[in-house]
């Protein structure tokens, strides 16, 4: 672990940073807990058994259950759940620093550290989760995980599935791309704004525990996310319809400390990768058969959902892709990714 005093910092007034502050914390936090020689600490956002949540904490139970039993006893791994040692930022960098191995920091947040993962979402990217899946764990997938973890000190053991893709819901039906133009959407990030500005929206970054109240005053008229996460938020009180255009692909990598990890045997490092191919290979299928049952789900609340043809996708894909190849060329550091992932996409596709 690095050492503390070289990370410190202090404002004007001589007081440690609040981030600092929160790292401390989280320290000490995990270090009161019972002393392991090798323990695999991972810290989650949502508590343990939240409904709607299983995709993601069931993976890492799995995980935890894999490498406990293959090792005999020889790794331990501690979940720590609710969002108790921070933010996802902050839980992404106290995994860097080896404070904690692992977090279920996804694509957004790594953003923040690796700026080439966003290319994956580019929007209308993957025709569908098949083809996702190849090119993750393919050749692209393999390159951006190696340069992930030169650059951050964090090893990609594979790619696990936020619930799917992302729709728009909204209080009036978006058909076509022509259907947006004029709304309010929240979304949050940069690349997540794109196709909402593209075809003539207003993209709106609103917390998530604001979202219920703004789509309920109108302050937005509409917003983005997985259906899982839809049903999650009770949106369906307070939004009339949800179109399944599957714009971005929500991932998150799995992710443990470079460091942590080669410091292991050679036989645990196997049993490592091993289980985090299962543990993806898991939250896979479970997202899967979430998002059908989250679907019918929303149904049954009298949320009307629109299926969109693949002409009409390709129509949103149109209006939006132009821009956000633009954007992401000159905002990530490897802008030759772009094109060599779109080929491989089509190549992927027509095979």
């Known amino acids: 672990m690095r050492s503390f005093q070289s990370n410190l910092h202090f404002s004007s007034a001589g007081r440690i940073s609040f981030a600092f502050l929160l790292f401390i914390l989280a320290a000490l936090f995990v270090q009161s807990q ?8 991972i810290g989650l956002a949502m508590p343990e058994e939240m409904e709607g949540m299983a995709y993601i904490n069931g993976m890492y139970k ?12 020889g790794l331990k791994v501690q979940i720590y759940y609710g969002g108790v040692l921070g933010k996802p930022d902050d839980r992404l960098n106290q995994m860097r ?3 904690i191995q692992m977090s279920d920091a996804s694509d957004g947040n790594y953003a923040t550290i690796h700026r080439d993962v966003q290319v994956f979402s580019m929007p209308y ?17 393999t390159r951006v995980a190696e340069d992930i973890r030169q650059k951050t000190g964090i090893k990609v053991l594979g790619w696990w599935e936020t619930a799917g893709f992302k729709h728009y ?8 791309p022509e259907d947006l133009a004029g709304q309010k959407i929240r979304v949050m990030g940069a690349v997540f704004s794109i196709p909402v500005t593209a075809m003539g929206g207003a993209a709106t970054p609103i917390p998530m525990p604001e979202l219920y109240i ?7 008229d509409g917003q983005d996310n997985a259906v899982s996460v839809f049903n999650m938020l009770k949106l369906y009180e307070v939004q009339k319809y949800l179109t399944l255009d599957g714009h971005i692909y929500g991932f998150g990598p799995l992710g443990i400390n470079d460091e942590f990890f080669s410091s292991l045997s050679a036989e645990k490092q196997k049993i490592i990768i091993d289980a985090g191919k299962r543990a993806v290979a898991w939250n896979r299928i ?34 939006a892709r132009p821009a956000a190849i633009e954007w992401l060329k000159n905002s990530i550091d490897t802008p030759s990714l772009v094109d060599d992932l779109i080929r491989e996409v089509e190549l992927t596709s027509n095979n």
């Not at 819901?169 to 076509?176: A, C, K, L, T």
């Not at 059908?292 to 969109?308: E, G, H, P, R, T």
């Open 125 to 141: 990217l993957f025709p569908n989760t098949e083809v996702a899946y190849k090119i993750l764990d393919g050749r692209v997938g």
């Open 97 to 99: 620093r080896n404070v």
């Open 62 to 73: 799995l995980f935890k259950e894999e490498v406990e039993k293959n090792t005999n006893g």
């Open 34 to 41: 019972p002393s392991i020689a090798e323990t695999i600490r």
């Open 169 to 176: 819901s909204s209080n009036q039906p978006v058909r076509s």
């Open 214 to 220: 703004s789509l309920k005053t109108g302050l937005v």
């Open 286 to 319: 479970k997202s899967r058969t979430q998002e059908m049952a989250a679907i019918d789900f929303a149904k049954a609340k009298d949320v009307n959902v629109i299926i969109i043809s693949d002409e009409k996708k390709q129509q949103f894909a149109s209006s």
